[in-house]
């Protein structure tokens, strides 16, 4: 059973939650990456920034929906998460942007359960955690690299 540890990438780039966004975007385009965990002072996991946190930006603001109920206005969206949908709006830093406390995986964690974890809850990026310390980095394309053996091998010609 092929576990995270056999496809993590375990040479981690990292950013500080005060890195400025346009920083943060240009990491992620050079190196090619979809996300990036976010690192404190102390070196503690605090979050993690994804390009889909950075699409965000490029969102128009978002006026709640709302119905009328006995002449009330009833809104159909939380204001936290409208509060939270304009902090990323206007994200200066990483701090604004990121998603903190990201879900995490260990380094004995099947890729099955990476796979599900990714289709379920729509993760691109997952840390890898070991002892509370940062050791790894799994992404969709680190599990799509599994299948091109086996796609290989399946194409090759029989020897008999």
Known sequence: MIKVKDVMTADVVTISPDTEITLAAKILLEKRINGVPVIDAE??????LCQSDLVAQQKAFPVPSVFTLLDGFMPLTSIKRLEKEI???????????????????GPETTIEEVASMMVD?????LPV????????IVGKEDVIKILIP?????KAPSRV
């Not at 070196?43 to 993690?48: F, M, P, Q, T, Y």
């Not at 955690?129 to 790894?136: I, Q």
């Open 43 to 48: 070196g503690k996991l605090v979050g993690i």
């Open 87 to 105: 902090e990323k709006i206007a994200a200066v830093t990483v701090a604004d942007a990121m998603t903190p406390d990201p879900v995490t995986v």
């Open 121 to 125: 809850k729509n993760f691109h990026t």
């Open 129 to 136: 955690m070991e002892d509370d310390a940062l050791v790894g």
């Open 150 to 154: 086996a796609a290989d091998d399946e």
